[in-house]
């Protein structure tokens, strides 16, 4: 007799993106290159070594990537989303242009 328990259907675990649709997967990956972004610009400590590792450049690609992805989906955001995200890119742009003085 088998004592394994009996798997009904698999639930996503912390880590399992497979079950967010397009667009959720986007914004995921918005978030993550926003976080990355303030890392490269000089604004946030990187959790690995506990330092600030600024990196201009890498800043630059990742903001340029993150505004790509708005556009692309813009038509289909919701007013206060798109807001969000526009918002997110402005200070972004405004903290990088700081960090270039």
Not at 63 to 92: F, Q, W, Y
Request: hydrophobic share 40%; net charge negative.
């Amino acid at each position: 007799m088998d004592s394994t328990p009996e798997k009904t259907e698999a639930e996503p675990g912390p880590s399992d993106v497979s079950f967010l649709d397009l667009y959720q997967l986007l914004e995921l990956f918005i978030m993550l290159l926003s976080e990355q972004a303030w890392r490269y610009i000089g604004l946030r400590i990187d959790p690995r070594t506990n330092e600030i590792n600024k990196d201009l450049e890498k800043a630059h690609v990742a903001i340029d990537c993150i505004i790509s992805i708005v556009d692309k989906m813009e038509p289909h955001l919701a007013g206060k989303d798109g807001d969000r995200l526009r918002n997110l890119i402005t200070d972004l742009q405004v903290n990088y242009a700081q960090q270039m003085k």
